[in-house]
């Protein structure tokens, strides 16, 4: 069962303007954590922004925030500001907690969603 | 955030040879390692989980004799790419867990392999 979706191939935007990324998950667990990366064509995966289940607020890294909808199962990321150097592949993420050992499982991935930025 | 080094970042190499990829912590030390591949304009997709001393983790579909995973060391993790064939070309991508930031992942900068 797909278990991150990202529904958005692709995303256009104007420069300077937002944008928000979707991303809905699938899990039954309680404890997990929500991760985007940011992939340029470069191939390197950037880590930009992390919210825990637990975690009340809505995370914020800079210009990238994480809008957590716990109850609807979504952690949409929004760029404010975009730059043209934000034009890259962007990955939502889970890690689902691993109950007994305190750890937590491998690290799955949604489609992911080309965003091009446009001066 | 902490840094995970990969090397080589490319290596084109003949069919039916071996190709060893390196994925270092640089200033962490991490008992789970975790390698991914990824084909063009594709998601990642988890290939194995790689555990300090001890045998790795495969995913479902992977052929364990065909990529063979070391993690010898606390900082040092390599994949192995045994009698290579063109079908093998893909861009392969580590990732760490460091202790002191959790749950977060970090990856390496990836190493494109192509199979002639």
């Known amino acids: 069962a797909q278990k991150i979706t990202q529904t958005q191939p692709g995303m256009f935007v104007q420069e300077k303007e937002a944008v928000t990324l979707d991303c809905t998950y699938d899990t039954s667990d309680q404890s997990y954590g929500l991760f985007w990366y940011k992939q340029p064509s470069s191939g390197e995966m950037i880590f930009l922004i992390y919210q825990g289940s637990y975690d009340e607020q809505n995370a914020t890294e800079g210009r990238y925030s994480l809008n957590f909808q716990k109850a609807r199962k979504s952690a949409n990321l929004v760029i404010s500001a975009s730059q043209l150097g934000d034009s890259a592949m962007y990955f939502c993420?889970?890690?689902?907690?691993?109950?007994?050992?305190?750890?937590?499982?491998?690290?799955?991935f949604g489609a992911g969603t080309r965003l091009a930025v446009h001066p | 955030g902490a840094v995970v080094s990969q090397h080589p970042s490319w290596v084109i190499c003949k069919s039916g040879t071996s190709v060893k990829i390196e994925c270092r912590s640089l200033?962490?030390?991490?008992?789970?390692m975790f390698w991914y591949r990824q084909f063009p304009k594709q998601s990642l997709m988890l290939m194995a989980t790689?555990?300090?001393?001890?045998?790795?983790?495969?995913e479902q579909g992977v052929e364990k004799d065909k990529f063979l995973i070391n993690h010898a060391s606390l900082t040092l993790s390599t994949l192995t790419v045994t009698s290579a064939h063109p079908e093998d070309s893909s861009f392969y991508i580590c990732?760490?867990?460091?202790?002191?930031?959790?749950?977060?992942?970090?990856f390496g900068s990836g190493t494109q392999l192509s199979v002639l």
């Open positions: 993420a889970m890690r689902e907690a691993l109950v007994f050992s305190g750890g937590y499982n491998k690290l799955i």
């Open positions: 790689s555990n300090e001393g001890s045998k790795a983790t495969y």
């Open positions: 200033d962490f030390q991490a008992t789970t």
């Open positions: 990732s760490a867990e460091s202790g002191r930031e959790g749950e977060k992942l970090f």
